[in-house]
Every structure is written in structure tokens, then in C-alpha cells.
């Protein structure tokens, strides 16, 4: 792999795993080659064997952040962040799931393995509105969500070993006022209801529908064409002091069908919605100091780089809180794949100086996303 050691030409390495046919992405270096792969792992480290002449690529473990194995239904995935960028290595074969799997494990890294159960996912507005606007529709318990159910949604959200050293739970962040009560599974009903008029779900519904191009009948967002979700559970927020503060959390959200998610993918497929979206939240972080906010202005569209197969569209956002000084970055990302929609936030303050920190956050909620191997309906 690439890392601080360099290039080192090397025919005789001691491994406890071998596996071939991999690809991988990004490149290690410009216009290098990205396959065929070999990948091997010892006490030592990863290595990677590559090109012709064969160039073996060693880092250390310890050199090595957030290294996690995904198993899907036809391959495997291997995610590790060296010198921070973060690559994905993949194959077409699950045969050597197991050797990786254990020498992954031994040197401090996660293995997220198929499960029976489907994963849980939650939009943070529903979530929001639900105990802050009261008005997107009748929310209520339904009994309660099997452990199975918990514990599946509490390792397809964020986790603090998703992230480099320095950071651990808020007890008092921004980023709550969007994201909610953390670990708490939400059940809804398919009954929406029109928001009472000048509440908050009114302005950030109007604002959306406006910035976006849509009718409130069209709308599945925040309009009445929207479904809402089976389950729904947020992560806690996350902050970190790094590059003079930083907060991030994920809310995760399982859709009976794969038709609902599809139908609200399409709406994100305009060119506009990462701008709105960033926009609307920016505008509910806004309304928990002021009751305007109206003129809040339009985002900027960014669209992440992801490495495995689903669909990602976000946005960036400028903040103006009181008692905060100095720049403030809401990064909003919608994420989506089969049953299951995503919603990572980030408030950060160097922006774009954190993009690919975003990015690797993304990519990480993807695998998991796209590792639970449910059926389509």
C-alpha cells in the first residue's frame, strides 16, 4: 500500500493472508495501477502487490485509521485510510473472507459482517420536525423494534471508531438541534398531514419547494408525495477540536420497498437538491435562535466521491450562529441504496479543507449500507 515507506521491491513476503484479483481506488500513485491486486497481510502490515515489474506497497498497521472488511452478497471490500486518503480495494470473491477477516480483526480493525435482519435508516428533518415543528404527521410507538432491529441500526450509523483519535461524544453540540435523541428508534406511520400555517415546517417547507422548483404535491422531501419510513435512529454527534472544531453525526432510515427509496433518489438526482437541502437545514439551525428565516441563502452544490455502488448528493452551506466566531460550515450529504436512505451532517470550519474527511465518512456509510444484502421489493 501506499505510505511513508515508499515503493519496495520485495519477491519474498511473509503473509498470514494472500488473496488475488482485487482492484483498487484511488491509485496509490498518479496513473498507477489500480489492477490486478494483490493484497497481503502479516504482523507487520498490509501489503500490496501491483504491476509488472511487481511492486510490493507496505504500511504498518499503525499507519493504518478506520481499516474495515464488508462482505456483500457477490464480494468483498476493504476500506483503510493511510496518510489521510482513504482507498477501497475490491473483489469479486468472498472465498477468503475469513483469513482477512482475522487478521483484520487482530490489528484493531472492523469487520461488518451480512445480516439477517435489514439495516435501519432515518432522515434527520422527520426526525426534527417530528419533536421540534410537530407537523409532518402522527408519529407513535408501534411496540418495540425487535434488539436485532437496534442493534443493526446502531452499526450502520456512524460510530466513534469511525474516526480519527481526538474525537468522542458532545454533550452540547449545534448539530443536535438536527439530528435529535441519539439511539432512539422511531417508528412512523405512512399518514402525513399538512403543516399548521407560519410554523417552522411551513417556512423550511416553502423554502425548500422554492429553491428546488417543486410543487408541495410533488414534493417528497417535505411535501405530501413523501412516505415516510418504517424505523428510523440517529447517531450521537461527534465533535473534535481539530481545525478549530469540528461536530458530525448520521441518521439512518429503512423504507419497506426499494420503490420509496428510488422514487425520493429521483427527486435528489436534481441538479439543485444538494444546494436546497444544505439551504433548509441551515435555515433549521437558524430557527432555533430566531424565528426568521427567510433569508437564509441558497447553498452550494457538492457531489462526493464514493467508491462503492449508491447514490450521494450533498451541500455546503455557510453559518452564522450566535456565540460562535469564526468561519461555519454545515455539510449536508443524502445518501441512498436499496431499502435505505442516509443522512450525514458535518459542521466544520475549514471547508473544503475537510472534503475528503467528509468523503470518507460517505464511503463508510455506503459499505454498510450496501453490505445487508436485502432483497428488492
Same mark, same amino acid.
Given at each position: 500500500?501506499? #505510505?511513508?515507506?515508499?515503493?519496495?521491491?520485495?519477491?519474498? +513476503?511473509?503473509?498470514?493472508?494472500? =488473496?488475488?484479483?482485487?482492484?483498487?481506488?484511488?491509485?496509490?500513485?498518479?496513473?498507477?495501477?489500480?489492477?490486478?491486486?494483490?493484497?497481503?497481510?502479516?504482523?507487520?502490515?498490509?501489503?500490496?502487490?501491483? #504491476?509488472?515489474?511487481?511492486?510490493?506497497?507496505?504500511?504498518?498497521?499503525?499507519?493504518?485509521?478506520?481499516?474495515?472488511? +464488508?462482505?456483500?452478497?457477490?464480494?468483498?471490500?476493504?476500506?483503510?485510510?493511510?496518510? #489521510?486518503?482513504?482507498?477501497?480495494?475490491?473483489? %469479486?470473491?468472498?472465498?477468503?473472507?475469513?483469513?482477512?477477516?482475522?487478521?483484520?480483526?487482530?490489528?484493531?480493525?472492523?469487520?461488518?459482517?451480512?445480516?439477517?435482519?435489514?439495516?435501519?435508516?432515518?432522515?434527520?428533518?422527520?426526525?426534527?420536525?417530528?419533536?421540534?415543528?410537530?407537523?409532518?404527521?402522527?408519529?407513535?410507538?408501534?411496540? =418495540?423494534?425487535?434488539?436485532?432491529? +437496534?442493534?443493526?441500526?446502531?452499526?450502520?450509523?456512524?460510530?466513534?471508531?469511525?474516526?480519527?483519535?481526538?474525537?468522542?461524544?458532545?454533550?452540547?453540540?449545534?448539530?443536535?438541534?438536527? /439530528?435529535?435523541?441519539?439511539?432512539?428508534?422511531?417508528?412512523?406511520?405512512?399518514?402525513?398531514?399538512?403543516?399548521?400555517?407560519?410554523?417552522?415546517?411551513?417556512?423550511?417547507?416553502?423554502?425548500?419547494?422554492?429553491?428546488?422548483?417543486?410543487?408541495? %404535491?410533488?414534493?417528497?422531501?417535505?411535501?405530501? %408525495?413523501?412516505?415516510?419510513?418504517?424505523?428510523?435512529?440517529?447517531?450521537? $454527534?461527534?465533535?473534535?477540536?481539530?481545525?478549530?472544531?469540528?461536530? $458530525? %453525526?448520521? @441518521?439512518?432510515?429503512?423504507?419497506?420497498?426499494?420503490?420509496?427509496?428510488?422514487?425520493?433518489?429521483?427527486?435528489?438526482?436534481? @441538479?439543485?437538491?444538494?444546494?436546497? /437541502?444544505?439551504?433548509?437545514?441551515?435555515?433549521?439551525?437558524?430557527?432555533?435562535?430566531?424565528?426568521?428565516?427567510?433569508?437564509?441563502?441558497?447553498?452550494?452544490?457538492?457531489?462526493?466521491?464514493?467508491? $462503492?455502488?449508491?447514490?450521494?448528493?450533498?451541500?455546503?452551506?455557510?453559518?452564522?450562529?450566535? #456565540?460562535?466566531?469564526?468561519?461555519?460550515?454545515? $455539510?449536508?450529504?443524502?445518501?441512498?441504496?436499496?431499502?435505505?436512505?442516509?443522512?450525514?451532517?458535518?459542521?466544520?470550519?475549514?471547508?473544503?479543507?475537510?472534503?475528503?474527511?467528509?468523503?470518507?465518512?460517505?464511503?463508510?456509510?455506503?459499505?454498510?449500507?450496501?453490505?445487508?444484502?436485502?432483497?428488492?421489493?
Amino acid at each position: 500500500m501506499c #505510505g511513508r515507506g515508499g515503493p519496495d521491491r520485495r519477491k519474498d +513476503v511473509s503473509t498470514t493472508f494472500r =488473496s488475488e484479483g482485487w482492484m483498487v481506488r484511488p491509485s496509490f500513485v498518479p496513473h498507477g495501477a489500480t489492477t490486478p491486486i494483490t493484497l497481503l497481510g502479516d504482523e507487520q502490515g498490509l501489503t500490496q502487490l501491483s #504491476g509488472e515489474p511487481t511492486v510490493a506497497w507496505q504500511t504498518p498497521w499503525g499507519e493504518l485509521a478506520n481499516v474495515q472488511l +464488508v462482505r456483500f452478497s457477490r464480494g468483498l471490500a476493504l476500506f483503510a485510510t493511510a496518510d #489521510g486518503v482513504r482507498y477501497c480495494w475490491r473483489s %469479486a470473491k468472498t472465498s477468503d473472507h475469513d483469513a482477512i477477516a482475522d487478521v483484520i480483526s487482530q490489528h484493531g480493525g472492523r469487520v461488518v459482517r451480512r445480516r439477517r435482519r435489514a439495516g435501519i435508516y432515518a432522515v434527520v428533518l422527520v426526525v426534527l420536525l417530528a419533536s421540534v415543528a410537530g407537523g409532518i404527521g402522527a408519529f407513535f410507538a408501534k411496540g =418495540s423494534p425487535s434488539a436485532a432491529i +437496534v442493534a443493526d441500526a446502531k452499526a450502520v450509523n456512524l460510530d466513534v471508531r469511525d474516526l480519527p483519535s481526538g474525537w468522542s461524544p458532545a454533550s452540547d453540540s449545534l448539530l443536535s438541534n438536527l /439530528f435529535g435523541s441519539p439511539d432512539k428508534v422511531i417508528t412512523s406511520t405512512t399518514v402525513t398531514t399538512s403543516p399548521a400555517a407560519n410554523s417552522t415546517w411551513a417556512k423550511v417547507s416553502t423554502l425548500f419547494q422554492h429553491c428546488l422548483g417543486v410543487s408541495a %404535491a410533488k414534493d417528497r422531501m417535505y411535501g405530501t %408525495a413523501g412516505q415516510q419510513a418504517d424505523y428510523q435512529v440517529a447517531s450521537p $454527534v461527534y465533535a473534535s477540536s481539530q481545525n478549530g472544531g469540528a461536530e $458530525v %453525526a448520521s @441518521a439512518t432510515q429503512y423504507y419497506r420497498t426499494t420503490t420509496m427509496v428510488r422514487k425520493d433518489t429521483a427527486e435528489m438526482r436534481d @441538479a439543485n437538491f444538494g444546494a436546497c /437541502f444544505a439551504q433548509t437545514n441551515a435555515a433549521l439551525l437558524e430557527a432555533v435562535y430566531s424565528s426568521d428565516i427567510a433569508g437564509v441563502p441558497a447553498g452550494t452544490n457538492w457531489r462526493p466521491l464514493t467508491f $462503492v455502488k449508491g447514490f450521494a448528493r450533498g451541500g455546503v452551506e455557510k453559518l452564522s450562529v450566535p #456565540g460562535v466566531t469564526g468561519a461555519l460550515n454545515l $455539510v449536508m450529504v443524502q445518501i441512498t441504496a436499496g431499502h435505505y436512505e442516509v443522512t450525514l451532517g458535518a459542521l466544520v470550519g475549514s471547508w473544503p479543507k475537510d472534503k475528503l474527511f467528509v468523503v470518507n465518512l460517505v464511503n463508510t456509510l455506503l459499505a454498510r449500507m450496501t453490505s445487508t444484502g436485502s432483497a428488492a421489493v
